[in-house]
């Protein structure tokens, strides 16, 4: 299996930001459970302002997956609906790490 790195870039009007942040936690769990390749997700801010959303997965039919499914996740798919503009869902393959995943 070749890990997945999932890559989300959108935007969030100010006004939803504390709600994105203060939601997450409960969506990224709810997200654990429902799909167990889900390895590590993080949350970033670009310097434009925009959101990077960035998750590891255990390979990419794992990604796939979740992919196809995410909105059937009712905390995910409420997290969602705060995002304003979405640039895109990208993957890519794992090809070297450091360190290496246990």
Do not use: K
């Amino acid at each position: 299996m070749t890990m997945t790195i999932e890559l989300a870039r959108f935007t969030v009007d100010e006004g939803a930001v504390a709600q994105l942040l203060a939601d997450r936690p409960a969506m990224v769990e709810a997200m654990r459970r429902r799909f167990p390749g889900c390895l590590a997700a993080y949350l970033t801010r670009e310097e434009d302002g925009g959101w990077l959303d960035i998750v590891l997965w255990r390979s990419r039919a794992d990604a796939e997956e979740s992919a196809r499914l995410i909105n059937t996740v009712p905390e995910c798919a409420a997290w969602f609906r705060l995002i304003a503009e979405s640039a895109g869902l990208r993957h890519v393959e794992v090809v070297d790490a450091w360190p290496e995943p246990q």
